[in-house]
């Protein structure tokens, strides 16, 4: 099961890519969340929902899963695995953690304004504080907005403070609490780029010390824009190692989410 971050879709993101790749190894669901393309939605938001999801497409696909999400993806996917036995590997591939003093925290400004923004029908305007947000320079993302993509990224900005809710409580730059993930007891794969900021590098280094059976690799060279033909080889060979129960299933009719 591959679990997007912010503003990624089936299409949009390097799911698509990654998706193909694990494909010659393993069933792979790139299931729509909540909100985004095919996928419905709810008034209200809430985290657990979105475990609820995932849940539902585990049980579709034959009741027990591999998991590996990316950015605020990754995060959502430790709130599952906590949850879930039927998760039985995890990956994730920089959660957006902030630690320490390297990056400034993030406080509720950014949230209350692309929720405002979004309220008022200015996706365009709550696509571009969000890309602000994560650092991409001005003159990027004015660029961006003349290519065909950015119609595709408008039309999930909706979902930019589902992403905010999901990470925030982690982004105050304090240090990981030993029991707050204490829960997730499976096999976890902790992976960054060589090339990413200090401050995601030494986050997923705290992860993979706080969680209880968690490897960490860094990847030379890398940023947190994942390269599907990176990433691919450590995840296969990270679940080919993980134990399976039971017989393996493909992916069923009737999902209650887009596949």
């Not at 009741?63 to 039927?86: D, K, T, Y």
């Not at 209880?212 to 033909?229: I, S, V, W």
């Not at 990176?230 to 209650?256: C, M, N, S, T, Y």
Request: aromatic share 6%; net charge neutral.
């Amino acid at each position: 099961m591959l679990v997007d971050g912010a503003l990624c879709t089936r299409r949009i993101g390097p799911g698509k890519g990654l998706a193909r790749l694990l494909a010659e190894h393993f069933t792979v669901i790139n299931y729509g969340r909540r909100g985004r393309g095919d996928s419905g939605d709810a008034v209200e938001y809430a985290i657990e929902r979105e475990v609820e999801d995932l849940e539902a497409v585990i049980e579709t696909a034959g009741g027990n899963a591999f998991v590996f999400g990316q950015s605020s993806g990754a995060v959502l996917a430790l709130h599952a695995a906590a949850r879930l036995p039927q998760i039985t590997g995890l990956a994730v591939y920089e959660a957006p953690f902030i630690v320490d003093d390297t990056r400034a925290p993030t406080g509720p400004e950014y949230h209350e304004k692309v929720t405002e923004l979004l309220a008022r029908g200015k996706r365009g305007p709550a696509v571009r504080l969000f890309l602000e947000l994560v650092g991409l320079p001005a003159v990027l993302v004015a660029g961006m907005r003349l290519t065909p993509l950015w119609p595709r990224l408008k039309a999930v900005a909706n979902t930019l403070p589902y992403d905010s809710l999901i990470t925030v409580e982690h982004q105050q730059g304090q240090p990981l609490s030993p029991d707050r993930w204490a829960p997730v007891r499976q096999r976890t794969l902790v992976l960054c780029g060589g090339d990413s900021d200090a401050w995601m590098r030494n986050a997923m280094q705290a992860l993979a010390d706080t969680l209880p059976h968690a490897t960490h690799r860094m990847l030379d060279g890398q940023t947190h824009n994942l390269r599907p033909k990176i990433v691919a080889p450590e995840l296969v060979r990270f679940f080919r190692d993980v134990p399976v129960p039971g017989k393996a299933h493909r992916a069923a009719d009737g999902r209650p989410a887009a596949i």
